[in-house]
């Protein structure tokens, strides 16, 4: 299982977000990979992505964050 936290603050434009990315084994042996963003503090949208492969949800994922981090994001540990 996989998981990166980003977040996005900026008081001037009062911005505080986040963006969480899991990459997770589901029942039926399928891969999946779990979005969710939005306001710190307040729940987020979630959505799923399916996968045949555990290799195509990271790849993904990694490309999901990168385009993040390119708007200002940073991984947060």
Known sequence: ???????????EKNMHRFYQ???MLCLLGEWALVRE?????SPGT???IW???EAEALEAEQKL?????????????
Request: aromatic share 10%; net charge positive.
């Open 21 to 23: 990315t899991t990459v």
């Open 37 to 41: 963003w939005g306001r710190i503090g």
């Open 46 to 48: 979630v959505r799923k």
């Open 51 to 53: 996968f045949a492969t």
């Open 65 to 77: 964050c990168e385009a993040k981090r390119k708007k200002g994001y940073v991984v947060v540990k």
């Open 1 to 11: 299982m996989s998981r990166i936290y980003l977040k996005r603050d900026n008081t």
